[in-house]
């Protein structure tokens, strides 16, 4: 069986990558003055899988923004282990037997309960996202994400399987979190505006981000376990979660942000004017008070 991650790894970083294109123009000065997190970035992530690699994505946005909605590469385990480890078990092509009995197999099947439960969770919260949405390329990403979570839930099903595992949950307590967060957005946050829009993104790509993490670790935890089949289904996952944090950000950048913005300024402006109309009124009639 083939080495799963730094083929991957790869391609989610350039489908990433050419996400990020049409917002690069949009980018502000003060965005890519960030050339310090750029390259402290370097230590993290994905980005260390391939010089080539990160200098092809120099170019772009997702890099040179150090925005709240710019990805940090997920998972410091991901892409330095990924390649040590694949390289020096390149001959490796089955899957090791597994107990669920050692120290780190108690823990590899305790998160993978935990990313188990939180796809779920994910399930029920993307409808709901989605239906709170104001713009349709937000609505059309969530839809996306929906059907890449049922089958997210499928592919954990078959890691299970491949350690003859029943497959089940573990409550996640950063999802219910996260998912709180959401519901607080919704209640918060006027309906049709691309302030809640914006709010909603950025929940999204918490959930994101936490899960690079868990499946990134998960990832290279299995390929030093030699579970190589395992590796390969929970790497094929980090990669689509990594390229829906990077849709995300897109999405931020080209009009959400900007639009949230522009209404908080209307808002001001209208508080402002009302509050100066109070103050015609009050110099006027002073006999009211
Ligand atoms: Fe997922």
């Known amino acids: 069986m083939k080495q799963p991650t730094t083929k991957n790894a790869t391609r989610g970083r350039k489908a990433a990558a050419s996400n990020s294109s049409t917002s ?3 980018t ?18 994905r980005q260390n899988s391939s010089n080539t690699s990160r200098q092809d994505n120099s170019n772009t946005s997702r890099q040179a923004s150090p925005s709240a909605n710019s ?3 997920g998972n410091i385990n991901a892409p330095d282990r990924s390649r040590k480890t694949s390289s020096s078990q390149k001959n490796a092509d089955h899957q090791s037997s597994f107990e669920g009995e050692s120290h780190l197999e108690k823990f590899f099947l305790d998160q ?3 990313i188990y439960y939180a796809e779920k969770k994910i399930l029920q919260s993307l409808p709901k996202m989605k239906e709170a949405a104001t713009t349709e390329e937000l609505k059309d990403a969530f839809d996306d994400h ?11 099903e078959k890691a299970f399987e491949t350690l003859n595992q029943k497959a089940e949950g573990k409550k996640c307590e950063a999802i219910e979190g996260i998912a709180r967060e959401v519901e607080s957005i919704i209640s918060e946050t006027e309906e049709g505006t691309m302030t809640r829009d914006a709010a909603l993104i950025i ?4 959930v ?7 499946y990134g670790g998960l990832v290279q935890l299995a390929i030093t376990m030699q579970l190589h089949d395992t590796a390969d289904l929970l790497d094929k996952t980090l990669v689509e979660e990594e390229d829906t944090d990077a849709r995300l950000t897109e999405i931020a950048e080209n009009d959400i942000n900007l639009g949230a913005e522009h209404e908080g300024n209307q808002h001001g402006q209208s508080q402002g004017s009302e509050e100066d109309e109070e103050e015609d009124v009050d110099e006027e009639s002073p006999s009211i008070r």
């Open 24 to 26: 690069k123009n949009k």
């Open 28 to 45: 502000t000065g003060s965005r890519q003055s960030s050339s310090d997190s750029r390259q402290s970035s370097t230590n993290t992530g």
């Open 71 to 73: 990805s940090t590469r």
């Open 112 to 114: 993978l309960q935990d």
């Open 146 to 156: 929906l059907h890449q979570t049922q089958r997210h839930v499928r592919r954990l």
């Open 203 to 206: 929940a999204a790509q918490k």
């Open 208 to 214: 994101e981000h936490y899960e690079i993490a868990t």
